[in-house]
């Protein structure tokens, strides 16, 4: 059985998720709990193997939840909240899972599944991830001190949302107020601008060939001469992209 502990402030939400989890053969509701610090103690009492958290409550929110029950006992996370800008955070700290309000009982059953996978293959928690949230709370350093860069991100495709992994992306334009990657043959728009982007990347892999191209530098084939002077990056897919002339420097040294 998949103990299961249910965490929101509101009645009527926990309440939907307990009547739709009842219809999962192997979950068993060990607990609910209506605010942060009562999740914490909830986790640390029952030990649950599974707990659907909401990310906004009172007193302590979700990921603060996570942080402090992380070196003691960390079940599987599946964060159920109605605001889909923290879809990034909860990937970051290792979620199983992200359910938008209201949650739809096949995208339950789904995030249930994937649980049920994972325990299956004798795959929990994390529990070195209490000293890496804490870094990262005092300025995105990773558990070892050094500076942090961003190596996956969270695009949404419709109604789901994608874990894009650092190795996957092609290459990433600008495209407004948001960039968007070029990965597993298709393109993903999430919101934000290139010079922030750029920030985050690790310069190892991915670097800036114009002021509205990055590239990874795995990802590359060649880099052609035009006959006008102009240099062409060409990816290993077959795309040409413009080198910049302000950023030649950054592949032909």
């Known amino acids: 059985m998949i103990r299961t502990l249910i965490v929101d402030d509101e009645p009527l939400a926990r309440e939907g998720l307990r009547v739709r989890l009842e219809l999962e053969r192997d979950v068993e509701i060990v607990g609910e709990a209506a605010d942060g610090p009562g999740a914490v103690e909830a986790i640390r009492r029952s030990l649950p193997d599974l707990v659907f958290l909401d990310v906004q409550m009172p007193g302590l929110d979700g990921f603060g939840v996570v942080a402090a029950v992380a070196e003691h006992h960390l079940p599987a996370i599946v964060f159920v909240t109605a605001h889909d800008r923290y879809a990034i955070r909860a990937f970051e700290v290792h979620a199983m899972d992200y359910l938008l309000k209201p949650v739809a009982a096949p995208r339950l059953h789904e995030a249930v599944s994937r649980v049920r996978r994972d325990l299956e293959r004798g795959e929990r928690g994390d529990p070195g991830l209490a000293p890496l949230l804490a870094a990262r ?11 942090a860069h961003v190596d996956r991100w969270v ?25 968007r990657f070029h990965a597993r043959g298709t393109a993903f728009l999430m919101r934000g601008t ?12 991915f670097v800036r060939i114009h002021r509205s191209t990055i590239v990874n530098l795995d990802r590359v084939r060649e880099i052609r001469r035009e006959w006008h002077g102009d240099y062409d990056v060409v990816l290993t897919g077959g795309q040409r992209l413009r080198l910049g002339r302000r950023y030649r420097d950054s592949l032909l040294r």
């Open 194 to 205: 290139m010079r922030a982007l750029a920030r985050s990347l690790d310069p190892r892999r």
């Open 137 to 147: 709370e005092r300025g995105q350093v990773d558990a070892r001190g050094d500076r």
């Open 155 to 179: 695009v949404r495709d419709g109604e789901r949302f994608l874990l894009l992994r650092a190795e996957e992306v092609e290459w990433i334009e600008a495209a407004a107020n948001y960039v």
